[in-house]
């Protein structure tokens, strides 16, 4: 059963930085397309970004496109988002996915992220 | 952008009743890479339906897509307590991948 474990989520002020990370277990990590995706409070879900299996394709939501990096260590069976120059709008659950293609097979159960002051 | 717009907003039903979800495309979704969603409060969402009319595994039969192009269904056909929750359609074909704006199933 493939199980995919997020952490590094919390509280930051607007116009900082924070980095998610997500570790993925139970099956073989390189096979996956993985991706995050948000959910604001009292919102609906919003796809962020997704990265292929060998990391030389990178797709990005307009909001997050030149503040977010979307990255993965495929021998570490981990994957990142590195978020920059925070918004409040930007709070949200980031959920890590996983799927053989661009759909979403797989998630985990989510990392809280404020930016607020 | 696939701009995925759902309706209605909130649909009001009783257990066992018929429910059916819209979900309309700006453009064409290419192959029909269309999928719908559960998403139960903190939980992450629930695969249900790939491929516009593929069920996921282990979803029950109850559920089932429909449509092609630029118009989705999903249909509940007999609603259980544990189907009332919100439901989003999503197109997995033209990056930057889309949401719908999400259905809330209600008991009525």
């Known amino acids: 059963e493939v199980q995919l474990v997020e952490s590094g989520g919390g509280l930051v002020q607007p116009g900082g930085s924070l980095r998610l990370s997500c570790v993925v277990s139970g099956s073989s990590f390189s096979d996956y397309w993985m991706s995050w995706v948000r959910q604001a409070p009292g919102k609906g879900l919003e796809w962020v970004a997704n990265?292929?299996?060998?990391?030389?394709?990178?797709n990005y939501a307009a909001s997050v496109k030149g503040r977010f990096t979307i990255s993965r260590d495929n021998a570490k069976n981990a994957l990142y988002l590195q978020m920059n120059s925070l918004r409040a709008e930007d709070t949200a659950v980031y959920y890590c996915?996983?799927?053989?293609?661009?759909?979403?097979?797989?998630w985990g159960q989510g990392a809280p992220v404020t930016a607020s002051s | 952008e696939i701009v995925l717009t759902q309706s209605p907003g909130t649909l009001s039903l009783s257990p066992g009743e018929g429910a059916t979800v819209s979900c309309r495309a700006s453009q064409s979704v290419t192959s029909n890479y269309l999928a719908w969603y559960q998403k139960k409060g903190g939980q992450p969402p629930r695969l249900l339906v790939h491929g516009a009319s593929s069920r996921a595994t282990g979803i029950p039969a109850r559920f089932s897509g429909s449509g092609s192009g630029t118009n989705f269904t999903l249909t509940i056909s007999r609603l259980e307590p544990e189907d009332f929750e919100v439901y989003y359609c999503?197109?997995?074909?033209?990056?930057?991948?889309?949401f719908g704006g999400g259905t809330r199933v209600e008991i009525k």
């Open positions: 990265i292929a299996q060998d990391g030389t394709e990178e």
């Open positions: 999503h197109q997995y074909a033209h990056a930057p991948l889309t």
């Open positions: 996915a996983a799927g053989y293609g661009w759909l979403v097979d797989y």
